[in-house]
């Protein structure tokens, strides 16, 4: 792997409170590449991806130690608003705000003070999430009218609009139907040309379709790591080789 | 089984009937005393009620000095409570004060929503009027009735900022937003309409107070119209208490006139607050 990490977790232990729920996690995220977070319920998957932009700090139980280094600086030792500016993420559930389509994409521009043209910003957004062609003519309508697969668009488009290095995904599909789903996952396929990404999947085929690299946890431990089609077609671990054929989880 | 959905149906139907019923009666009695209050009341409902100043002569008596009144202090009130009121909340809901003081806090505030009127005119008059030497000033009754309402605005703004959903807080925040961007970009517009409907509620609790306006010292008459905070003043309802505590008949009639207006000043305040709200949340639709 002599690939370009734009982020590396070392040692990374996370509580809730006395409870511990990552335990002594090293994890590299290649830069341009989609790296998929899989493992059973409760097994820390979302904990992990949410410190990665500290969105964890809102948890008053939370703390962790070890590091998490970003474009050579420890994210925990950073600004939490300037670590999410360039680390951006889409949530499980689709949540646009209820303003219009075009609002919601320039909402994180404006209030950064990016000096853009805001017209040209919303197309290019809307494109690169595949939903310029459904709302170019809407724009100024709400946001909650659209679809939930949309309104998931949206938020990608929302998130790409800030122009992060990094864009961590939770489960972006699993509140969507199989069309809307195959609609992010191509393009997630597109957004790698100039993102990283990070995503937290359910779906195995998902998880296979989508990734470069794949990493596979269980109660908490970062336990097999590497290449997605090494880990789907020749997982060294046996606990990994459960999960994928579906024995457990 | 189908017995079962009979009886259901039949619960059902019941049931509809008796809100119907309560929802009637309740309606009735408003409609049976509306409809006292305007028979008592027309006799004196012409433009010179309107106009004239309080009098010692019924047929020249007027509540112009009554409706300046309340309006004066209406809006001061306004001006006081709604800012302090609805910041407040925002403090106590977004910035979170953990542990017992923030307990503390929390049930002091819902507790002062239910203490009687006539307490905040104590207060008022020992602070007010009596220790801050503003007399009995529109100043000394707009103060004392933000104190009376505040704690029902923080209280329901609470609710309404409360109801605001995480996840748009989450979306804000991932976006590299700060708290005040997050509070000010997206929690208040979204809670506002709920907020409106709180400080409606509170403004017209305070447009019929009289209690602790008699206790600070507002007079009943009054022969001009205030100029400034400093001035005294009456308002609407101290002026229908007086009417409808002299003995002459004649007055009672003054009275009703009086809560017919005061109820017209009420209903076009909450109608203009519901075009407020419908504008609001047509704008930040949830
Ligand atoms: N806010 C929280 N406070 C306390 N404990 C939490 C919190 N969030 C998660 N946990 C605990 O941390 C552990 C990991 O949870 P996490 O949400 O990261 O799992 P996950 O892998 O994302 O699961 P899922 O696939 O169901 O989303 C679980 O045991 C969970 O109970
Ligand atoms: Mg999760």
Redesign the interface.
Known sequence: MNQETVMTCRNVNIFYGEKQAVFDVNLDILKNKVTAIIGPSGCGKSTLLRSLNRMNDFVPSFSMNGEINFDGRDVLKSDPMEVRTRIGMVFQKPNPFPKSIYNNIIWGPKIHGHKVNYDELVESSLRSAALWDEVKDRLHDSALDLSGGQQQRLCIARTVAMKPEVILMDEPCSALDPRSTIRIEDLINDLREEYSIAIVTHNMQQAARVSDYTAFFYEGELIEYGVTDGIFTNPKEKRTEDYITGRFG | MIDKFKSRKRTEKIFRAACFGLTFFSVLILVVLLFHITMTGHKYLSWEFLTNWPSRFPHKAGIKAGIWGTIWLISITACISIPIGVLSALFLEEYKI?GKLGKVIEINVANLAGVPSIVYGLLGLTIFVRYCGFDRSLLSGAMTLSLLIMPVIIVSSREAIKAV?D??R?????????KY?VVF??VLP?ALPGILTGVILALSRAIGETAPLIIIGALTYISYTPESVMDEFTVLPLQIYNWASRPNEEFHYLAAGGIIVLLAVMMSMNFIAVMIRQRASKK???
């Open positions: 953990r959903p996840a748009i989450f979306g804000a925040y991932a976006l590299g937003a700060s961007q970009g997206h979204i930040v639709k949830l």
